[in-house]
């Protein structure tokens, strides 16, 4: 193998690591916003609701490596497909939902995430799958290649786990700056979600 097949090897292995944290923070948070400690009122089916949602980000985070794949190489074609389509038919799912079941109300917005989440992952694992057969400049072979492998022995390079923490700690702190406020008012109940809309 190239040292170009190693760096995108060890890069597959680092984006598949989104999945678990997806798991843990997803997970955390989902049980934090079901809890009684966020005062909620009551709306039929909101349990349902955010477990639907936090199924439809760990379905799509397994797409995130064919997403970067296609970012760093420019097929943009895939991305507007992929966002298109899934978001036409999501859309239509909800009205069809909104129209026919009314009472289902968060429910019917989660079947609609949950059509657009499938979607969006079967677009870019088929259009990686046919641009694999095809003879096009790609740094992977098959599909397969994306998934998490060793290489040489190693799962992944120190200095790019540093980096990607780095950006990861960044980012948690744009988050809290930039929307800490909400949190805090929500989480101590000092507003209603009514009041703060």
């Known amino acids: 193998r190239t040292s170009q097949e190693r760096k995108w090897q060890l890069t597959f292995n680092l984006l598949w690591l989104a999945l678990p944290v997806g798991v843990v923070s997803g997970s955390l948070l989902s049980l934090l916003w079901i809890s009684p400690l966020l005062q909620q009122p009551d709306i039929p089916w909101d349990k349902a609701g955010v477990i639907i949602y936090f199924i439809c980000a760990l379905i799509e ?6 997403w970067v794949l ?3 190489h420019q097929h943009i074609t895939v991305k ?3 966002e298109g389509i899934p978001q036409i038919l999501r859309c239509l799912t909800i009205a069809i939902g909104v129209v ?8 019917v917005f989660g079947c609609g995430q949950l059509v657009f ?3 969006y ?4 694992y088929g259009y990686f799958l046919y641009q694999t057969y ?3 400049n790609l740094p992977i072979k098959s599909i397969f290649d994306t998934f998490p492998t060793p290489y040489k022995g190693k799962w992944q390079s120190m200095a790019l786990l540093n980096v990607s923490w780095s950006f990861f700690k960044q980012s948690l702190l744009k988050q809290f700056l930039t929307d800490g406020e909400r949190y805090i008012m929500t989480i101590l109940g000092f507003l209603t979600f009514a009041e703060q809309g």
């Open 80 to 82: 507007v497909i992929a």
């Open 134 to 136: 095809g003879h096009h």
């Open 61 to 66: 985070l397994t797409s995130e490596p064919l």
């Open 121 to 124: 992952v079967c677009v870019y």
């Open 100 to 107: 026919y079941f009314p009472e289902h109300g968060v429910l």
């Open 70 to 72: 296609a970012q760093v």
């Open 117 to 119: 989440s499938s979607l």
